[in-house]
DNA sequence: TGTCATCCATACACCAGCGTATGGAAGCGA
DNA sequence: TCGCTTCCATACGCTGGTGTATGGATGACA
């Protein structure tokens, strides 16, 4: 076997920075393969099309994204609140995991449904997680429910609102939502 | 003057159309040409070039989206728990006011510098508006903040959100979280 | 009725990107 | 050293889009 210049795990990790930087119209094969200072002619031999890639971007980020991030909480112990309070920072800097990559897929799934269905499991497995960790602290269901919406809410807000807060940095905000959550 | 058979306005509409449908990349003028009907000849007398159109959605955007909404929750009068509770409805269903074409400006302005500067304009007056509402029962600046924070993420939450609720419809979920913000 | 502003059709040059075909090059194992 | 696998370069045809040029068509108004 020859060494392998440019493997597939190379091509993967590109599209998912494209992904993340301009969305799944900003993956364009002979655009990666100049990045990756080849031509596409390595890029056929692996994939055959360019719709192969964007399958393989998706389960990259599916696998990575969810079971990563819970697991390395889990490991670390301490109660629910303790958990929730470590959340944020349990999301380790990856391709995969950059929150870039969960923006440009959300749009994503918007106009494919098969995006759409994969998007729903990550998004109800990170729901059931939240609503696991606040039913432990919270009266009702109902209070836990709204809790895990509020915080999921929040998370994407953070990075999608782009209102000036007045004076208060938005990671402050953040906080006051997150402290209030905690109660 | 002769009729416009196929004037600005027209373009502009479509144009925020499948901006909505398809974000910013999907705004190609011969589709567009095609969904009205005639050929992209009179496209180019109106706008020069693509990008032309898109700072005109922009603006139609910037004009519709807030403003209106707003003063049609002030105009209708009670107090500030009532007006939040109608600024869901105020949102009339136009092209312009599309939750759509609101998520796909958001994706659009991560990658282009003067598109985020609108957004940032249009996001702080809708922060501004909120905290004001909410400023009139919360006893502290840091309750308020929180809480509006809290509801526009919520908004914006439960249309990118795919999570599956177990029996909850997303419509339930929204309304639990939006009773505790009026409390 | 003629003129002018407004809008449209058509044809064209051009470019970016997709996918294909083909001929290597480079290293590993026998 | 030979052959095989793995990867890369190059050239090509094709599609779909941008923007330009030009010659109408159509209707309001004088």
Redesign the pocket.
């Known amino acids: 076997?020859?060494?392998?210049?440019?493997?597939r795990g190379k091509w993967i990790e590109e599209g998912l920075r494209a992904l993340a930087a301009g969305g799944p119209d900003a993956v364009?094969?002979?655009?990666l393969?100049q990045s990756l200072g080849?031509?596409?002619?390595?890029f056929?031999?692996?994939f055959?099309?360019?719709?192969t890639l964007l399958g393989e971007l998706l389960d990259a980020w599916e696998r990575d994204v969810t079971e990563q991030v819970i697991e390395r909480v889990e490991s670390e112990g301490g109660d629910a609140r303790e958990r929730l309070r470590r959340l944020p920072e349990a999301i380790v800097p990856k391709v995969t995991t950059d929150i870039r990559t969960d923006l440009a897929i959300r749009e994503w799934a918007r106009r494919d449904e098969r995006v759409a269905e994969r998007l729903r499991r990550v998004d109800t497995r990170r729901m059931d997680y939240l609503r696991s960790l606040f039913a432990a602290f919270c009266a009702d269901d109902d209070e836990a429910e709204a809790r895990a919406m509020t915080a999921f809410s929040v998370w994407l807000g953070g990075h999608l609102i782009a209102a000036d807060h007045h004076g208060r940095a938005p990671e402050e905000v953040r906080e006051l939502v997150w402290q209030r959550l905690l109660r």
């Open positions: 076997m020859a060494q392998a210049r440019t493997p364009r094969v002979e655009p393969a080849v031509s596409k002619g390595g056929y031999w692996h055959g099309d360019r719709e």
